[in-house]
């Protein structure tokens, strides 16, 4: 096991390999940058590290199980993605949220380590457009929920030095000072420290997350917040009744701070129809559970396995075709602005509950080609694809730099 000194080395030295800018070199003055023909694609919500975790997963080995690893990734386009930091909000004591984030942090971090041909540990956008040039993955790290630092800003900005980029105030359960989205049990909105919590995310350039928070929380956050605002992996409201998805004003509220909502791939957040079919897993749900009993101690077998229920499923109630996503990206589109619009897959989290033809990260260029069969321009795919998402992590970083 490392210690905190060689895990803070570790980081630091992936950090400066990313951030290093290449050796000087004379170009003459007709040559230019090759721009890339596809467009960036830059995800903003990738929920792999559990698998990472869990299983021990080698990023370079693929599965049919495994939604990203590195052969699905080149295959997909991947440019830049947020792998999450993700772990209960509600079944462990604060002080274990933290120390488990510190473990997966360093999952992740060692991961990358491990394949620097292909991976690379990025805090910056300009990491972002340096890995693309390099032929290689830009890696960040977010944290999908508040609990994660239980109320101190200075565990906050101690994952912010180890290269957390984004936060989630919440996660699937309140924190003392905001609600989650899904639960009526703790604050309606942001307390005095939670608005504590968004001025110093600002001031450090980290992106506050409020896919899992509260509707009122999200406001406030708004209202607060000097930089834009990220809802990583939801969708919206007005085309799916799902209680994490944005509503119009939300969408409205987020466009006007310069936010970016990432549309997600859960089907049962992009339509009712099929949530209302979830009902119908409830045989395969139980003989998950006996799988997780069974496999414990050996988890890529349980993985492989889980598998077997996820195609059930499918054979069961079906998926949501392609479509219905584009559907909840015109939607946000429409109301919020091309400018406003991203993607967060949340893939190793939905199982195979995703749209059809994007059931694992190598599949993306099915989602380029419904959107441009949808009448979005070259243009318009470009930002929704990765654009949108790298001019907000600018513009927290220039709030950041600029003390606003």
């Not at 490392?2 to 800018?21: D, H, N, Q, Y």
């Not at 309140?174 to 604050?187: H, I, K």
């Not at 001025?199 to 406001?219: C, K, P, T, V, Y």
Request: with cysteine.
């Amino acid at each position: 096991m490392l210690t905190r000194r060689e895990w803070g080395l570790s980081a630091a030295t992936l950090l400066a390999a990313c951030a290093a800018p290449p050796e000087p070199q004379a170009v003459p003055e007709e040559a230019s940058v090759p721009v890339p023909m596809e467009p960036l694609y830059f995800d903003l919500h990738i929920d792999t590290p559990g698998r990472m975790v869990g299983e021990g997963l080698n990023l370079a080995e693929s599965f049919e199980y495994t939604h990203v690893d590195i052969p699905k990734m080149r295959k997909g386009g991947l440019d830049a993605g947020f792998f999450a930091v993700s772990t209960p909000a509600r079944s462990q004591t604060p002080l274990s949220a933290v120390k488990n984030a510190m473990l997966i942090t360093d999952v992740i971090v060692e991961e990358v380590k491990r394949h620097p041909k292909d991976l690379c540990l990025a805090t910056t956008s300009d990491d972002v457009l340096r890995a693309q040039r390099d032929g290689s993955v830009a890696i960040f790290i977010g944290i999908e929920g508040g609990h994660m630092i239980d109320s101190s800003l200075e565990v906050l900005r101690q994952f912010y030095r180890l290269g957390v980029r984004y936060m989630g105030l919440s996660l699937s359960g309140n924190t003392p000072w905001v609600g989650a989205a899904e639960y009526d049990d703790g604050p309606e909105g942001l307390t005095d420290f939670g608005k504590d919590v968004v001025r110093e995310m600002n001031r450090l350039g980290m992106l506050i997350d409020m896919s899992h928070a509260a509707d009122q929380a999200f406001f406030d956050t708004v209202e607060i917040s000097s930089a834009p605002i990220l809802n990583t992996h939801a969708a919206c409201r007005a085309v799916s009744n799902h209680p994490r998805n944005l509503t119009d004003d939300m969408l409205t509220a987020l466009a006007q701070n310069g936010g970016v909502l990432g549309v997600a791939y859960y089907a049962g957040m992009l339509d009712d129809d099929f949530r209302g079919r979830m009902s119908q897993l409830g045989e395969l749900n139980r003989q998950r559970g006996l799988i997780r009993e069974e496999f414990a101690d050996n988890k890529k077998r349980m993985s492989e396995e889980l598998w077997k229920i996820e195609t059930a499923g499918v054979d069961l109630i079906g998926q949501v075709p392609l479509s219905r996503l584009i559907d909840h990206i015109e939607h946000a589109v429409a109301v919020a602005g091309i400018d406003h619009v991203g993607i967060g897959c949340d893939y190793d989290a939905v199982g195979l509950k995703v749209p059809e033809g994007l059931e694992n990260i190598g599949k993306t260029p099915n989602l380029i080609a419904a959107l441009k069969e949808r009448g979005f321009s070259d243009d318009d795919v470009g930002k929704v694809m990765g654009d949108n998402m790298l001019r907000a992590l600018r513009t927290a970083e220039v709030v950041s730099e600029s003390g606003a």
